[in-house]
């Protein structure tokens, strides 16, 4: 239901069949949005009202005090965002027709399906399945250690 619409829009914009195409409709999505939003509505008003009298603007106040303590929220959304565009197969196969712009997930499928050889390829399939996996499991090992920290614990008195 939305493959159609998508590749109307990418074809109309003239994103259709190149790497801007294939990377900037997955930049953001509505989940992201809702977990910073539900992030920016924990924090405590009166950190922002202790920046405003110390005569930070409300541009300071977002850029200095309220994005610092987003660590944990921004991280979560570069993870979750990472993984969703990283497997977004159907994506990639109405964003493109160009072999030339094949993505490992894409390769993946058509090696999945058959359509690269015949028989049993289960060593390759394990293999490209292993490839699949290691970017995500790094990416999520690399900011899982900033999970915790940033928080805005003795922010407020």
Not at 1 to 17: H, S, T
Not at 20 to 28: E, K, N, S, Y
Not at 48 to 73: C, N, Q, Y
């Amino acid at each position: 239901m939305l493959l159609i619409p998508k590749f109307l829009v990418l074809n109309q914009l003239g994103m259709y069949d190149s790497y801007t195409g294939m990377i900037i409709p997955l930049l953001v999505d509505g989940t992201g949005v809702f977990i910073m939003k539900q992030f920016f509505d924990t924090v405590p008003v009166s950190v922002e009202e202790a920046a405003r009298i110390d005569g930070a603007s409300p541009f300071r106040t977002f850029r200095s005090v309220v994005l610092p303590m987003s660590k944990p929220a921004l991280i979560t959304v570069t993870i979750l965002s990472f993984q969703g565009s990283w497997n977004e197969l159907p994506h990639y196969i109405v964003s493109r027709q160009d072999p030339a712009l094949n993505m490992l997930t894409s390769g993946v499928a058509s090696l999945v399906s058959g359509e690269l050889g015949q028989g049993n390829q289960f060593p390759l399939k394990l293999a490209a399945a292993l490839l699949m996996t290691l970017p995500v499991a790094i990416v999520y090992f690399v900011f899982s250690r900033r999970f915790t920290q940033g928080t805005y614990e003795g922010a407020d008195k």
